[in-house]
């Protein structure tokens, strides 16, 4: 897939979805089906306009960009949200930016879509113009819930992780630098793989889950370690099950599959390794029952 930014996209008609996209959820899949294009925003355009509103992200670009091309998009176009574009009237963005630059043949959105100077703009005014064919995707609904971004936050945000995924149509994915730790794993006979959170996006709440990592069964904590009273922010600590490997500098992609359980304090320590071998021989077999 090529990724562009809208300056650089070259002159062909197009098949454009429209959207912010954050997580690549079964809605945003709905509105990209059939579309050759993909028209994106960076940053989040409440960053711009309501700073104090925006919220942590479920991906990073580079992740957006990933899973939109496993749909088969031939094509990406990052707008970068800015003042002057946030101030841009819905009609200018109709006649500047999907039919001046983008040529769009078929514009798809879903019905909840907004845009323009204070989101003035609607599916509504996209239908009236007969320069190209709109198509409208009612929200998406899995077991009576909307399927949306921000109800995949809170889901994330409270360990949910399973839930998420089904609205995703993947499971939640963490990526990060793996950062040199104080190797207190390792002398517990659990060496991981620690990579701090990026602060802007979402990260599951604190506990322990079973995991994929770096292609490999994991035992991963996210949180701050009660055991040892650090006293450091969250950490996520991937166990590679079966593996021992030197990921230092190397980003390292997480997939969250299952809970465990929540973080706790174990005294003595011995109780906390007795509890991470459960952890281990659980999480081995929720991952050969995902395999399965």
């Known amino acids: 897939m090529q990724i562009t930014t809208l300056a650089q996209v070259q002159e062909r008609p197009r098949r454009v979805a429209v959207g912010e996209f954050d997580g690549v959820h079964l809605g945003h899949r709905e509105v ?6 993909v028209l994106t925003f960076d940053p989040h355009p409440l960053q711009v306009v309501r700073p104090e509103a925006a919220p942590r992200l479920l991906t990073s670009l580079d992740v957006k960009a ?8 031939k094509e990406l176009v990052v707008l970068q949200f800015d003042e002057r574009f946030a101030h841009q009237s819905p009609q200018e963005f109709i ?17 909840n879509f907004r ?9 509504a005014l996209l239908e009236a113009d007969g320069r190209f064919e709109t198509r409208v995707v009612p929200l998406v609904e899995v077991d009576g819930e ?10 994330v945000l409270a360990g949910e992780v399973e839930l998420a995924a089904r609205f995703l149509g993947a499971p939640f994915q963490l990526r990060g630098e793996v950062v040199v730790g104080d190797r207190r794993g390792r002398t517990l006979g659990f060496p991981t793989a620690n990579v701090v959170p990026d602060e802007s996006l979402v990260y599951p709440g604190h506990g322990v889950y079973a995991a994929r990592a770096d292609g490999s069964c994991a035992a991963v904590s996210v949180g701050v ?11 996520v600590e991937a166990y590679l099950i079966d593996r021992d490997v030197e ?4 980003k390292l992609g997480v997939e969250f599959l299952h809970r465990l359980r929540g973080e706790r304090r174990f005294d003595p320590i011995d109780a906390l390794v007795a509890q991470m071998h ?3 021989e659980e999480t081995r077999q929720l991952c050969g029952e995902r395999r399965g």
């Open 146 to 155: 909307v399927v949306s971004s921000s109800h995949i936050r809170g889901l």
């Open 115 to 123: 845009f323009g100077h204070r989101a003035a703009g609607d599916p």
């Open 247 to 250: 990921l230092y500098g190397r």
């Open 225 to 235: 370690r009660p055991t040892f009273g650090t006293g450091r922010g969250v950490l």
């Open 66 to 73: 990933e899973l939109i091309a496993s749909l088969g998009v």
């Open 95 to 111: 006649d500047q930016v999907l039919v001046g630059t983008l040529d769009a043949t078929r514009v798809s959105v879903g019905e």
């Open 32 to 37: 990209i089906r059939g579309s050759d294009t």
């Open 278 to 280: 459960r952890d281990v």
